[in-house]
C-alpha cells in the first residue's frame, strides 16, 4: 500500500483544516487507518485511529471533539478533518496503515505503511 498526504498548512489558531490520505492498491479496505503527528523534538504520536469499516474511530484526548477521521473505501482515502485548531497542534501529519483490528489506539511501531508527511502550522 502507498500512502499519499495532503491537505496541510498554515492557520490562524481556532481554525480548520482538512487532511487527506490517498492510497494506492485494491486492499484499502483491509487495513486500519491511523493519522500521527510529529512535532519538533518531540515523539511522534498519534491523533486518530479508524477501523477498516470505518464503523469504528479513536482519539487522544488532546484531540478529541476537534478532529474527526474518516474515510471512503471507494476513494481508498482517508480524511482529517481538524478543527479548533491550536497551536500546539503544529506539526508535521502523517498517515499510515495497519493490518490489525485492534480497537485502541497504537504505536508507530505498528504500523505496516507509512505516508510521506504535510506541514500543519497553526499560528496564534
Known amino acids: 500500500v502507498q500512502l499519499q498526504a495532503s491537505g496541510g498548512g498554515l492557520v490562524q489558531a481556532g481554525g480548520s483544516l482538512r487532511l487527506s490520505c490517498a492510497a494506492s492498491?485494491?486492499?484499502?479496505?483491509?487495513?486500519?487507518m491511523d493519522w500521527f503527528r510529529q512535532a519538533p523534538g518531540k515523539e511522534r504520536e498519534s491523533v486518530a485511529r479508524?477501523?477498516?469499516?470505518?464503523?469504528?474511530?479513536y482519539y487522544p484526548d488532546s484531540v478529541k471533539g476537534r478532529f474527526t477521521v474518516s474515510r471512503d473505501n471507494v476513494k481508498n482515502t482517508v480524511y482529517l478533518q481538524m478543527n479548533s485548531l491550536k497551536p500546539e497542534d503544529t506539526a508535521v501529519y502523517y498517515c499510515?496503515?495497519?493490518?490489525?483490528?485492534?480497537?485502541?489506539?497504537?504505536?508507530?511501531?505498528?504500523?505496516?505503511?507509512w505516508g510521506k508527511g504535510t506541514q500543519v502550522t497553526v499560528s496564534s
Open positions: 499510515a496503515a495497519d493490518r490489525s483490528g485492534r480497537s485502541y489506539l497504537l504505536s508507530e511501531k505498528d504500523m505496516d505503511y
Open positions: 492498491g485494491r486492499s484499502f479496505s483491509n487495513y486500519a
Open positions: 479508524i477501523s477498516r469499516s470505518g464503523g469504528s474511530t
